[in-house]
C-alpha cells in the first residue's frame, strides 16, 4: 500500500508514469523535462504560457530547474520494483492489491482483471488487447488513434484518419490481421527456403568432413610410402657404397701385394748388381790380362730390366673405370627401380596431387593423339636411365650413329640400292589419318574416315603400313616430311599389335624402327622405346630410308647438299619389313620419287 501511495507521488503529472530527469517550474510543480517541454513548445504564439497542473500564467517561457533530489528518490524507488516481465501487467483498477490483467483496452489505456473487465464497455471503439504497459505503440503518433490498417506501399501501420486525410491517403492499405498473415505466409517460405540452405550447408560440410578425412588418410598413407621408398633408398645406397668401397679396397690390397713383389724384387736385382758392381770393380783393378780374359762374362742385365720394368707397368692401377661403371650400374638399377615402383603405386592407388609430367621426345604421341599411356613413359624413362651397353657383334640388336658421312659409308655390301615404289595401303590407316587417293600423302584429320573395324587397322595410333613388304636385297624409299608437326618415319614388322598401348606404336617395340620429330622440333631415332636423339637436328624437309635386309641394317639420311647420314640400326631381321608412317597433330607425309644412282 505505502509502494502504491509512492508511485503515486512519484508520477508525471502529464505522462503519468515515474518521473524521468524531473524539472520544476517557479510554480513549485515537476514534470519530465521531456513533457514539460513538449507542453511548453505547443503553447508557442499563444497569448502566454501557463503550468499543467494549476494552470498558472507566464507572460514568457518559464524557466526549468532540475530537480535532483527527486531524481534520486524516482531511480530508488524504480530499482525496488519488480521487473515488469516478472510482476506483469496488474489491473488498473485494482489500487488495493495487484491483480493480474487478462486484457488492455487501448481506447482507455487500461488494464482490466476479469472482474473489471466483465463491466467493460462493449462500445466498438473499445479496442481490447493482450496486457501491455505500453498501449501508446499501437496507437498512431500522429493522430493518437489505434493502428487498425497496415499501408503496403509505406511498409507501416497506420489509423483510419492516416488513411482518410493523412500522408497515406490514397495509397493501397491492408487490415492488420490480412497483412500479418500475408508476412506470415512469406515467413514461412522464408523459413523453408532457410531450413533447406541448411540441410544443403550441412551435406556439404559433411562431403568436406569426408573428403578432408579421406585427404588425410592418403595423405598419411603417402608419406608412408615415401619413407619407406626413401628406406629402401637409403639401404640400397649403403649397399652400393658398401659394395664399391669393398671393391676399391680389394684392389687397392691386390695392387699393394703386387708392388709389394715387384719391390722385392727389385731389392734382389738391386743386391745383385751391387754384388756385379763390386766384381766388376776388382776386375777393373788387376794387373793380370790373364785374369782378367779368363773371367766369366757379368752377363746381359737388359732382359732383367725390361722384365722389371714390365712387371712395374703390368702391376696395374686402380680399375676407376670398373668402379664407375660398377657405380653408375647400380645406381642406374637403384632408379630404375624406384621408378618402376612409383609406376606400380601408381596403378594401384592414384597420389594426392599428381604433376602432370612435361612432353619428352619418348612421348609426343600422347599430345599427337587421345591414346597415350603415361606409365609407357615412366618404363621409357627407366630404359632411359641404365648405361647403354656397348655393341658387340653377337648381339641381336645393336645400334651404329655417324655424322657427315657419304650415303654409301653405311653400306657393307656391294651394289646400289634399288629404289622402291611405295603405296600405303588403307586397310591398315588409323581412322583418323587421311591417305590422298593415289595413296602417296598421310594427313591427321580431324574427322573419323568411317573405315571398317579390321584386325589390320591400327586402333590406337595415326599409322599405316605400306602395301610392299621386302625380304632381302637392298632398297630405299623416300618422303617430304614438311617442316611442322609431329611424325615417324620408319619399318616395321606385319606382326607389330595394331592396337593396345606403346606396343602398337611404331618404335615403342621391338618389331620397328623409326626416326621421330616431336612437337618440339626435337629429332631422335627409336627401337624398342630406346630414344637416341640427334642433336643437331635434320636440315632437309626430304628423307631418306635405306634397307639392307641381309646385312641387318636400317639407315635414314637427310637429303641436303651433301646427303647427310643421320642414323643406322643393325638388327638380325626375322620377318618381311614394311614401311610405316605416323602422323601427328600439324604433319603431314608425302612419299615423293627416288633417284637412281645413290
Known amino acids: 500500500m505505502a509502494s502504491a501511495d509512492l508511485s503515486e507521488e512519484l508520477e508525471c503529472p502529464v505522462c503519468l508514469t515515474i518521473y524521468t530527469d524531473p524539472v520544476s517550474l517557479r510554480c513549485g510543480h515537476n514534470f519530465c523535462r521531456v513533457c514539460i517541454d513538449h507542453v511548453l513548445d505547443s503553447q508557442e504564439g499563444s497569448a502566454g504560457y501557463s503550468c499543467p497542473e494549476w494552470r498558472e500564467k507566464y507572460k514568457e517561457r518559464p524557466g526549468l530547474h532540475r530537480n535532483i533530489a527527486l531524481r534520486n528518490i524516482a531511480e530508488r524507488f524504480l530499482t525496488t520494483q519488480p521487473d515488469q516481465e ?119 560440410v559433411q562431403s568436406l568432413e569426408e573428403r578432408r578425412r579421406k585427404a588425410q588418410e592418403k595423405a598419411a598413407g603417402e608419406s608412408e610410402r615415401v ?94 673405370a670398373g668402379i664407375s661403371h660398377t657405380l653408375h650400374t647400380g645406381l642406374a638399377d637403384i632408379m630404375s627401380g624406384v621408378i618402376v615402383q612409383k609406376h606400380t603405386d601408381t596403378q594401384d592407388t592414384p597420389s594426392l596431387s599428381k604433376p602432370r609430367p612435361q612432353p619428352s621426345t619418348t612421348a609426343q604421341h600422347t599430345q599427337a593423339y587421345p591414346h597415350s599411356s603415361i606409365e609407357d613413359r615412366v618404363l621409357v624413362t627407366t630404359k632411359l636411365s641404365r648405361p647403354r651397353p656397348q655393341p658387340s657383334p653377337t648381339a641381336k640388336h645393336t645400334q651404329r650413329q655417324a655424322g657427315g658421312t657419304h650415303i654409301g659409308a653405311a653400306h657393307q655390301t656391294s651394289g646400289l640400292p634399288v629404289y622402291a615404289d611405295i603405296l600405303l595401303d588403307v586397310t591398315t590407316a588409323g581412322n583418323y589419318l587421311h591417305i590422298s587417293d593415289d595413296r602417296k600423302t598421310a594427313s591427321l584429320s580431324h574427322r573419323e574416315q568411317n573405315r571398317p573395324d579390321t584386325a ?24 617430304d616430311v614438311g617442316r611442322s608437326g609431329s611424325w615417324r618415319v620408319g619399318m616395321c614388322y606385319p606382326s607389330i599389335a595394331r592396337r593396345g598401348g606403346e606396343q602398337s606404336l611404331i618404335g615403342g617395340n621391338n618389331k620397328s624402327w623409326c626416326l621421330c620429330r616431336d612437337l618440339g622440333n626435337q629429332y631422335s631415332v627409336i627401337h624398342d622405346r630406346e630414344v637416341i636423339r640427334l642433336p643437331d637436328g635434320i636440315p632437309s ?58
Request: glycine share 6%; net charge negative; hydrophobic share 30%.
Open 86 to 204: 516478472e510482476a506483469g501487467v496488474h489491473c488498473t483498477y485494482c489500487i488495493h492489491s495487484p491483480v493480474p490483467a487478462v486484457m488492455s483496452c487501448l481506447h482507455c489505456d487500461a488494464s482490466m482483471c476479469d472482474n473489471h473487465l466483465r463491466v467493460h464497455s462493449k462500445a466498438p471503439e473499445h479496442v481490447l488487447c493482450a496486457p501491455t504497459t505500453s498501449p501508446e505503440t499501437r496507437k498512431c503518433s500522429v493522430h493518437k488513434k489505434i493502428l487498425e490498417y497496415y499501408c503496403t506501399e509505406d511498409a507501416s501501420c497506420v489509423c483510419v484518419s492516416c488513411t482518410l486525410a493523412g500522408e497515406h491517403r490514397g495509397h493501397q492499405v491492408e487490415t492488420l490481421q490480412e497483412a500479418s498473415e500475408n508476412k506470415k505466409e512469406k515467413l514461412r517460405n522464408d523459413l523453408q527456403t532457410l531450413m533447406a540452405e541448411t540441410q544443403g550447408a550441412e551435406k556439404r
Open 541 to 598: 624437309n626430304r628423307v631418306r630410308i635405306c634397307l639392307d635386309y641381309e646385312v641387318g641394317q636400317i639407315s635414314f639420311y637427310a637429303l641436303c647438299d651433301p646427303i647427310r647420314h643421320l642414323h643406322t640400326f643393325t638388327a638380325t631381321f626375322t620377318e618381311p619389313l614394311h614401311a610405316a608412317l605416323y602422323v601427328g597433330w600439324g604433319g603431314c607425309i608425302k612419299i615423293s620419287g627416288g633417284s637412281q644412282g645413290v
Open 227 to 320: 619413407t619407406a621408398l626413401f628406406r629402401d633408398l637409403r639401404r640400397r645406397l649403403e649397399e652400393l657404397e658398401e659394395r664399391v668401397l669393398s671393391d676399391i679396397m680389394r684392389q687397392a690390397e691386390m695392387m699393394s701385394q703386387s708392388y709389394d713383389d715387384i719391390i722385392r724384387q727389385l731389392e734382389i736385382k738391386k743386391a745383385e748388381l751391387s754384388r756385379k758392381m763390386r766384381h766388376i770393380e776388382e776386375l777393373c783393378h788387376m794387373t793380370d790380362p790373364l785374369t782378367v780374359l779368363q773371367e766369366s762374362d757379368t752377363g746381359d742385365l737388359c732382359d732383367t730390366e725390361d722384365r722389371h720394368d714390365k712387371q712395374l707397368h703390368d702391376g696395374g692401377d686402380l680399375d676407376v
Open 456 to 479: 589390320e587397322r591400327f586402333q590406337s595410333y595415326p599409322q599405316v603400313l605400306s602395301s610392299r613388304s621386302f625380304s632381302s636385297g637392298r632398297h630405299y624409299w623416300e618422303v
